[in-house]
Each structure stands twice: as C-alpha cells, then as structure tokens.
C-alpha cells in the first residue's frame, strides 16, 4: 500500500503555498508503529512546525494519530509501559495502512481522506479508521494555516480498551491519541485557554481541559506560535497532553486517567485543531484562530 508523499497547498491570492506533506510510514521500522504522518508542517512564512525521529524519542513523526495501547497493541511505537518494570521493548508493535488518500479541493478547502487498518503483530485487524483532514488559509493582522484533523475510530470486530501508561500506573503520563510533535528543540512557552481562564506553564497545563492550547517560541526570524484546539463539547473534549521540558509536544490525551472503551460496532472521534502563525497571540487573537478552526471543522 505504499504511495509517494502528498503535498497538502492552500491557495494565498493567485498562488498554491504548501502548508505539509503527507507521508503513507511505510519505511517506518516496525518498532516504531509505522503509521501515516504529516511533516514538515509550516507557518505562512515558511517555518517547519513539525519534527520527526528525534533522538529523544525515535516513535515521534510529526503529526500522526499514535495511541498508546489498544487491547495490548502498541500504536505509538518505542517501548511499553510495564507496572513494576518501567518502559520495556515488547513484541507489540501494531501498525496502520491505507490506500493512497484522496485530495480534493472545495470552497477553498483542501481536504484529504482516507481509510485505515490497524492491525496488531499477528496480522489481525483491530480498528477501522476513517480520517479526514481539512486546510485553509485566513488573513488577520497576520495570516495563519489551519489544519483540523478527525480520525472516527471504528471496533468491527470486538470490544476494544484504549490505554496508556497512566492507566497502568504511571500518574501523568496519560499520552496518546492525535499527537503533533514540535521542533526544533529550544524555549517554548506554553498556554490553555480553560473554563476558568487562562493557564501556563508545563505544570499548570498538563492535563488541563480546554478548547485551545498555545506553543509559542521565539526564534531567530522572530516569534512562531502554534494553537491546538478541541471541540468546545464536553462530550468529547480531552485532557492535553503536554511537554515543553525534554521535549516539546502536545495533544489531547484518549486515556488520560482512565481508559477508554469501545464495545464492538462503537465508534470513537479523536480531535485536533492547528493554526500556525509568524507570530505571537494574546488570547483575544487565539479565540478568534479558534473560532476559524471551528468554521474549517464543521
């Protein structure tokens, strides 16, 4: 099922810029979960945004849909959490293929979909996703890439238990889901806009609730942020996973505290919003980004 990458454009006045690439995993080792994947994924003026096979962490490609465990499946590649013992290598590796997506172009959208099969070591399905991404491009006082990414999750065969190393002990490491990778490494700060206001710092962040999240780091060419966002819906918003300390890395947590269930002929929609802009954003300036994801995701 191997395709060559796909470059993702949006149209700015009579131009295609390209916004990412789409790459099938293929070549991925099989320790490493091999999965599709989005890098680089770049601001209007053209920073890279995304990071992938970093030494801090090999499994780590760009922006891709890396869940944990799934009935003892590995989805995120590296090693797994085990209770007592750390992290260790196991033969749990699962992995995600899917023909080549199709890319088409509406009300200056362009949108990538695709379906994919997750199956574990053995060769066996467990998951059906149906993922769909949408680009755009808006005009603030600066303008900004959008991207939203919705992977449907389908159990078609049986009862599926999504986890992570928090629901097996390890307090605060509740990672996996929708996970965008950041580079280079260096000072980042970090912000999630909460219902009772706004919150920073690592601390502060790692597993709050809220519908948007700020990575902002100041670079030579000047200040770059990168906005996640969730649907405001308390139905289906997520704890944020967070790291601006050893890494930088984010996104919202399917099993952060407890796991997640999915009884067979369930489905479950995964979230994640971006807006990449050349600058940085006061909150007034990422609720009105949030609310053009909004509009790109409905």
Known sequence: MHYDPVTLTVADRDAEVA???YHDGEDLPPELSP???LHPVRTPAGADLTEIY?????HHYGVSAAVVDVNGVMYWGGKSYV????YTMLENQ???RGPAPTVTREAGRTVLQQQLSWTGPDGEEQVVEDRHLR???VEHEVPAHLLTWRSDLHAPHTDLVIGSPATRGRTGAGYGGLFWRVGPESTWTVRVSTPGGVVSGEESCLGALGRW???TQVRDSGPVTLLLGQPDDPAVMLPWFVRVSGYVGAGPAVAWDAPTTLARGDSRSLHLWAALVDAELEPAAADALYRDLENLAS
Not at 54 to 58: I, Y
Request: charged content about 25%; proline content about 8%; cysteine-free.
């Open 94 to 96: 699962g992995r995600q």
């Open 54 to 58: 970093p030494e801090d962490h090999r």
């Open 35 to 37: 999965r599709p994947y």
């Open 213 to 215: 999240l700020t990575l």
């Open 83 to 86: 209770h007592g013992q750390g």
């Open 135 to 137: 680009l755009a491009r």
């Open 19 to 21: 916004v990412a690439t």
